[in-house]
């Protein structure tokens, strides 16, 4: 199986992607982020070509976009120049100061990792965030399983509701929103859960 930075470099290699944003994030504008400015520390993990950067700068925001894949960092500047960039691999930690990121975003971009290096994950997630901070995420739902592709190379992790209240315990985190829908912008429909959590204090 290829890592995640080989698959992606290729993908975007490939890929005539421009940044397209379905306006999920509009529901979290003004009870949290219209508070904020340019100097506000947002991250976007798993940025790909810029689809949530794009919203947020469209805004007046300044989020640093974050992806495993230089190729896909390369497509996002290319589309918008004055946004910082930078290249990591969540697996291997965040880099970030404890409690510095006042909104982390994580858009279809930590369902790809095996339980416990999940579990890491978002304990880094909740390490770096402020105690008012935000996390957004969304996640492949259990009812997206039927669009996989024979063959894909890609492992992936489904989750229903049970699956993100194990991940995302109570004991860390507050829930904001968690909904289950439908997603237009891809081939075929697809379906995903969206859950917005601020950390609980360690």
């Not at 982020?33 to 810029?50: K, Q, R, W």
């Not at 640093?64 to 896909?72: R, Y």
């Not at 120049?81 to 909104?103: A, E, H, S």
């Not at 957004?136 to 489904?158: A, K, M, P, Q």
Request: glycine residues 4%; proline residues 3%.
């Amino acid at each position: 199986m290829k890592s995640l930075e080989q698959y992606w470099n290729e993908t975007y290699q490939r890929l005539e992607a421009t940044p397209t944003y379905d306006n999920w994030l509009d529901k979290y504008w003004e009870p949290y982020l219209s508070a904020y400015s340019s100097e506000t520390l947002i991250v976007d993990l798993g940025c790909g070509v810029g689809n949530n950067t794009q919203y947020l700068f469209e805004h007046g925001l300044s989020p640093i976009a974050c992806d495993i894949s230089e190729e896909a960092l390369m497509k996002l500047q290319s589309f918008l120049p004055d946004i910082r960039t930078r290249c990591l691999d969540m697996t291997t930690g965040l880099p970030f100061n404890k409690g510095t990121v006042q909104v982390l975003i994580a858009d279809l971009s930590i369902h790809y990792f095996d339980e416990d290096t999940t579990h890491r994950i978002i304990r880094d997630l909740h390490s770096v965030l402020k105690q008012d901070g935000l996390l957004l995420v969304r996640l492949n739902s259990t009812s997206e399983i039927v669009n996989i592709r024979e063959g894909d190379e890609l492992y992936r992790r489904f989750f229903d509701r049970g699956e993100i209240e194990h991940f995302f315990d109570g004991d860390m985190w507050s829930y904001v929103h968690i909904a289950e829908y439908e997603m237009d912008r891809y081939t075929n429909k697809k379906m995903l859960w969206e859950i917005a959590l601020t950390p609980r204090p360690e």
